[in-house]
């Protein structure tokens, strides 16, 4: 079986990282939001003013009075308050890092953690991007509370999944201009496009990043170049034949551990939607034929890892409306007839 289950530890483990995570997430947003820029006191002819300064522009919040004097005050306290809790959440997530990976819980790699939590802080998370590919396979994982195979979860790439009918007016508005590609090189500055108008950037260690988008319902007619940000030289998301299935499936938050322990959140498409898609790419005979082995594997275990440990989750439900019925049907024969569960009856440790 191409994979195992998580002991009562680990799961306790795993659950306290994420509630700690979600508690510093909170922290930072309040920091950045209520607390942002600064505010101080102004002299304008010869009188005392209140002044906020945010997003590049100062603002007057009045004359000095009881009650400007109050609210900066409370602004001045307030954040420092914030501060104090953002700093003892991130230590407290620093040591609960150390003990995930004494506990071997860490599974993402590094560098796709640090891209996901990039993609959250630009606010280009659910509904304008999310994570699909092997990539994928952490978070389903992390759903049925086992650990999937090592070989099966390898991948060199990461596949975003670019919904186009989003808004994107409230992403960061420096990745609003700089795109996918900028906000990659905060993460490694060695990301670089391939190709031009290319959907693929490249760091130095060949790590790859695939922007990709539903190929239009109209194959003739011409359809706009798709980008995030508006620098000419962005990610151009390239057109696929059936990832319109996935954009409108119901998706998923699933917070995963990187490989160092530390937590990111990511977005993906309802498992099921995953295991049909993929059941169906195993079918195409265009499609290369190492390609469709792996995508029939990893559509024969997901479907299993929802039969067993997601049963709530019935592949009849109509919040799969999005997907073919004649794809729907299959999802019988992706299910294994094995349902034993795996255990490790070894006298010594892993030396």
Known sequence: MPY?????????????????????????????SRFAGSMAWKTVDGRSYLYRFKDGVWKSLGPRSEETEAIHQRFVDGRSHAKMRSTSLAQRLNRIAAV??????????VIAARILRALSDARLTEPVVATVGTNALFAYERMAGVQIDEAVLETADFDLLYDARASLKLIVPEVAASGVVGLLRKVDHS????????????NRDGYIVDLITPAPKDPIRPSEARQIGRDPDDLVAVEIFGLAWLVNSPKVRVTVLDLRGYPAEMTV????????HKAWLSGRPDRNP??????????????????????HLAFDDPTLGALPKALRDQAATLTSA??????????????
């Open 269 to 276: 498409p309802d498992p099921r939607a995953f295991a049909l």
């Open 100 to 109: 995930s990976r004494a506990q071997r819980l860490g599974r993402m790699p």
């Open 191 to 202: 990301f670089e496009v391939m190709g031009k108008r290319g959907f693929r950037a490249a």
């Open 290 to 311: 190492e390609k469709r082995r792996r995508d029939g594997a990893q559509a024969r275990l997901i479907a299993e890892l929802v039969a067993r440990y997601l049963p």
């Open 338 to 351: 094995d349902t034993g569960r795996e255990t490790n009856d070894a006298l010594e440790p892993d030396w």
């Open 4 to 32: 195992r289950e998580l002991d009562d530890e680990q799961a306790r483990q795993l659950i306290n990282a994420e509630q700690v995570f979600d508690a510093y997430r909170a922290a930072r947003s309040t920091l950045q």
